[in-house]
């Protein structure tokens, strides 16, 4: 078995969830992360990088001898960080840029979804060219109206909205105003569809695919799912309401017609494809949106669930050998809980001095924004840390999940106690 040199870009909970499951490998010979955190800096050889310099990330490939990529965000996926590395020989866990563009535009993904007759809400596209057009197709439509930008926000381009004027307002702002700068220079209004999400993650080849544990994400940032959109507050895996009757449905409704597709349009896919998915009260199902990478805080609860080898799962996917890939799944459930700094996602404090719990067998940290200054843990983002629990059951593993959250200590630390408790 030869050992490898893993090369893992971007910084946040997700990449510290990746780098505890590749540590595990007997594959691993030593992990380079650009640039992690600093929790993840235990883990791995942090190299000061960034994930979109390809030049930069090119010379360590070299000094370093990386045998293999792994990408975490989905910034460099979309510049082409894939492409650039297919020239060099180097393998990437991720997809190219032509199929990226998945998650890199809204248009893109939902024109991919009408041709490969995959179910989503009804949508229309708005430019500056067609603003009025747009105007009048929300006066014909009936609320809440949903308006997402084209490119990437940041998981915040997402706008929900009960009134007609407001919405009206909110266009000519996304689209004149630049609301979300380029991203928003194209924006989708969709269908609003009542349900509940959940997410369900794909390992893929391009031939073939494996599905990953489900999950469920709380985007919200207040209790009772209120206030402003976050890049997410808390995670679920599995959601209870998510049968094997539903995920045999979803595979063939929308896991099989997707990975076709990819493979029928020539998109080269070596990686994970997150879904997006509502099911609606009527019991049918709807992708709300895919992502090109792994999802966050998504990551944290399904990677502690995959007791196989994770990173020979993404080496097996980039390297077009999923077939022989055998994915085990714990039956126990997981919970995370993310541990904020008040005033996300709006302006928030940095460089807060931080105090964590001890380390404990049952319940992971994941850093997501922190730093070293001075060997002082201090804060560096608006979602700080994420608090993963495993345990027999949902209520088990989020009681545990909630408990380790509330002695993370810094000024303003803030966390939504009410993750998971529908279920409950």
């Not at 946040?12 to 800096?41: M, Q, T, V």
């Not at 840390?385 to 002695?407: F, I, M, N, P, Y």
């Amino acid at each position: 078995m030869k050992k490898m040199n893993v090369l893992l870009l971007g910084s946040g909970g997700r990449e510290h969830a990746l780098a505890r499951s590749f540590s595990l490998s007997p594959r691993l010979d030593k992990l380079f992360l650009a640039p992690g955190n600093a929790g993840s800096h235990s883990l791995g050889e942090p190299v000061d990088c960034s994930p979109t310099d390809f030049e930069g990330l090119a010379q360590i490939v070299e000094q370093d001898h990386i045998d293999f990529i792994c990408v975490g965000p989905e910034q460099p996926l979309v510049e082409g960080v894939y492409d650039f590395f297919a020239e060099r020989d180097v393998p990437v866990f991720g997809p190219s840029q032509a199929a990226a563009q998945l998650e890199g535009s809204k248009g893109f993904a939902k024109a991919f979804m009408s041709r490969h007759n995959i179910p989503t809400a009804s949508y229309m596209e708005v430019t500056a060219d067609s603003l009025e057009e747009g105007m009048r197709h929300l006066e014909r439509v009936s609320g809440p109206y949903v308006l997402k930008a084209d490119g990437l926000a940041a998981g915040k381009g997402v706008l929900i909205l009960d009134s007609l004027d407001e919405a009206k307002s909110s266009l000519r702002n996304m689209i004149i105003e630049q609301q979300f700068g380029q991203s928003s220079a194209r924006v989708v209004i969709e269908e609003f569809i009542t349900g509940i999400e959940f997410s369900v993650f794909v390992l893929t080849d391009g031939k073939d695919y494996k599905i990953l544990p489900t999950a469920k994400d709380y985007k919200r940032v207040g209790e009772g799912d209120t206030g402003l959109n976050t890049g997410g507050m808390g995670a679920v895996s599995p959601p209870p309401f998510v049968s094997e009757d539903i995920m045999h449905k979803v595979e063939h409704s929308i896991i099989q017609p997707t990975i076709k597709g990819l493979h029928q349009e020539g998109l080269i896919y070596h990686g994970v494809v997150y879904i997006g998915l509502i099911l609606s009260e009527a019991g049918d199902f709807h992708v709300i949106e895919y992502n090109c990478r792994f999802g966050d805080p998504e990551t944290q609860v399904v990677l502690p669930r995959i007791t196989s080898d994770v990173l020979e799962a993404c080496w097996s996917a980039a390297t077009e050998n999923l077939k022989n890939y055998k994915l085990s799944i714990d039956t126990q459930c997981a919970s995370t809980v993310v541990v904020a700094s008040k005033g996300y996602p709006e302006a928030y404090a940095k460089d807060l001095p931080m105090i964590l719990p001890d380390p404990c067998h049952d319940a992971f940290i994941y850093h997501a924004g922190t730093k070293r200054h001075r060997d002082e843990l201090v804060s560096n983002g608006g979602r700080v840390v994420s608090v993963t629990a495993l345990g027999d059951d949902l209520k088990s593993s989020l009681t545990r999940a909630k408990e380790v959250a509330g002695q993370v200590q810094f000024d303003g630390a803030f966390y939504r106690a009410d993750i998971g408790y529908e279920f409950i």
